[in-house]
């Protein structure tokens, strides 16, 4: 406003200026001959032109300045009610979303005390006092709700020698329905039959896996069941074996791990103090001292032949994480071995378990390193660093890698095995970068289309070399309908066992076939051999049990 003001005052004195000018062109006039008032009237009307352009030119600024405003007034009006609107929504959605929540809550509440009271009514257990632990169910009345909802209390309650008593009434049996075997097991701590039934139903190791966290309650002390489960998993027979073709032992150590798995479900449901009354030093000390002698074994495994899928790795970080003694370890010696379970689901919840979390970026960068993008793309996502990692740019160049490593393949490129094989290798990693980029929806960021055609080319090319080998196998002959070409010959010649450098030598010049004389031996003995004799071509009515090429059958295998 201070600079409008200042044009305008500039404005108004023009005029004053204009007539202190006026009087010194009369004052040079006046020393001169000529008058000049021509020349002056033609400077007035070309000042008071300048003068008149100027101030319109101003107004119009004015104008403008004051529509400029008005229009600014009006966009932030409409920006504030916009903003009041969003907050109102947000506001109000946050309201709907407690409101579920609470009621989300108070329905859990309810159901679990539904249930808790039915179990009550319907159920107690008595445990007897022996050894095996048996269990027997009966039925309580009513009244007894009270003392059974106490008892449901004490699953948390350590016993007198400091062991956690798990005692509640269901004892396991609330969530184990298929299979309730898995209880008596656990009661009994019996980690070798528990071993066996699990490798007996493991076509149902879902519902076992899901079942086990509730078995585990029955146990007398589940970190002792569990760790004893863990004898066998370097068996002393296996010096000289190599345990990937092994499949017993295979199973018995992805069953360890399940165990170990379980046994850390069964914990996050727990209270912090039956976990710590559960896993006490004791236990914590058994499980350090199995840990320091896996440790040696580790470092005979190798990166590369393990591609991120190792067992013997993985059941050594779990064991660090269900008992809480990755502590007394190196970090760095852990990171190193992240690498070799990077393929398996469970690697990122085990980083969490360990506190590796802020190592993650070294991990990533060693699994780029050594060619596998796919299990650095997935910890990217799990972690959070997709931003320091570009998902697509590993992706891409995953599969750069693996067709220049096929193309490099040593052989003949133009074999069939060689270029079997590089197409095979291709179609993998085809097939692996696809299944990752549908798993995080990077189909924006990556697309896919021209990777499924190349992957239909590859099967189309796989299947019509299978079906060109298969055509070209050597087909067995098929015997002819009538009985001729490569049809079985029924004779009832006795078969000559006699070995072939002590029959005599066939005759180099054998008798013509028409010259030849049939013989008929005496019928007595079916199984005698023909005798060659002279006789003559005729052959009578009945003749027997003879074929017309004078071999004897025998009728009663004819059927």
């Not at 050594?316 to 190196?330: E, K, R, V």
Request: with cysteine.
């Amino acid at each position: 406003m201070e600079d409008t003001q200042s044009v305008a005052n500039l404005i108004d004195s023009a005029t004053f200026k204009i007539q202190q000018l006026q009087k010194a062109f009369a004052e040079l006039e006046s020393h001169r001959a000529v008058t000049l008032n021509l020349k002056w009237k033609e400077l007035e009307a070309h000042f008071h032109g300048l003068e008149k352009s100027l101030k319109r030119r101003f107004h119009e600024l004015e104008d403008q300045e004051k529509e400029y405003e008005t229009k600014t007034v009006k966009a932030r009006e409409m920006l504030e009610k916009q903003e009041a609107a969003v907050v109102a929504k947000e506001q109000a959605s946050l309201e709907r979303l407690q409101e579920r929540r609470d009621a989300a809550v108070f329905a859990i509440a309810n159901a679990r005390e539904k249930h808790r009271k039915v179990s009550n009514e319907q159920f107690s257990v008595v445990i007897s006092g022996d050894k095996g632990g048996s269990i027997s169910m009966e039925e309580k009345p009513p009244d007894s709700e009270t003392s059974e909802v106490s008892t449901l209390e004490d699953m948390n309650t350590p016993a007198e020698d400091g062991s956690p008593e798990v005692n509640s009434p269901d004892n396991g049996n609330a969530g184990v329905k298929s299979y309730p075997q898995l209880v008596k097991l656990c009661q009994e701590m019996d980690s070798e039959g528990l071993h066996n039934f699990v490798s007996d139903n493991r076509k149902n190791l879902a519902t076992i896996r899901e079942e086990i966290p509730f078995a585990l309650k029955a146990a007398a002390n589940p970190a002792h069941l569990v760790l004893d489960s863990l004898n066998n998993f370097y068996r002393g027979d296996l010096v000289n074996l190599d345990a990937k073709k092994d499949s017993v032992l295979l199973g018995l150590r992805r069953t360890c791990i399940m165990l170990m798995e379980c046994l850390n479900i069964l914990f996050m449901n727990l209270e912090p103090v039956s976990v710590s009354n559960i896993v006490s030093e004791d236990v914590k000390a058994r499980a350090k001292a199995i840990a320091e002698e896996w440790k040696p074994k580790l470092s005979e495994l190798d990166l590369d032949a393990s591609n991120g899928n190792s067992l013997e790795a993985h059941a050594f970080l779990q064991l660090l994480a269900t008992f809480f003694i990755a502590s007394n370890f190196d970090d760095e010696e852990l990171c190193k071995l992240i690498p070799m379970v990077s393929r398996r689901r469970q690697s990122a919840e085990l980083c969490r378990s360990l506190g590796l979390s802020e190592k993650m970026p070294g991990v990533i960068k060693v699994l780029i390193n050594s060619g596998r993008q796919i299990d650095a793309v997935n910890l990217a996502f799990a972690f959070g660093l997709t931003q320091r990692f570009p998902p697509a740019p590993l992706l891409k160049s995953y599969l750069k890698e693996a067709r220049k490593t096929s193309s490099a393949k040593p052989g003949n490129p133009s074999s069939p095995g060689v270029q079997s094989e590089v197409n095979e290798r291709e179609l993998t990693a085809l097939k692996a970068v696809i299944k990752c980029v549908e798993e995080h929806k990077l189909e924006d960021q990556y697309a896919i289309d021209s990777l499924q055609k190349r992957v239909l080319q590859l099967e189309k090319e796989k299947a019509d070399k299978k079906r060109e080998n298969e055509a070209s196998k050597p087909q067995p002959k098929r015997p002819r309908a009538n009985g001729g070409g490569n049809a079985p010959r029924v004779t009832n010649i006795a078969a000559d066992r006699t070995p072939p450098y002590a029959r005599p030598p066939a005759d180099r010049y054998p008798q013509y076939m028409f010259d030849r004389p049939y013989a008929y031996p005496i019928p007595a003995d079916n199984h005698c051999t023909p005798l060659f004799g002279a006789a003559t071509y005729g052959i009578p009515p009945s003749h027997g049990t003879y074929f017309g090429n004078g071999y004897q059958y025998q009728a009663a295998y004819l059927h």
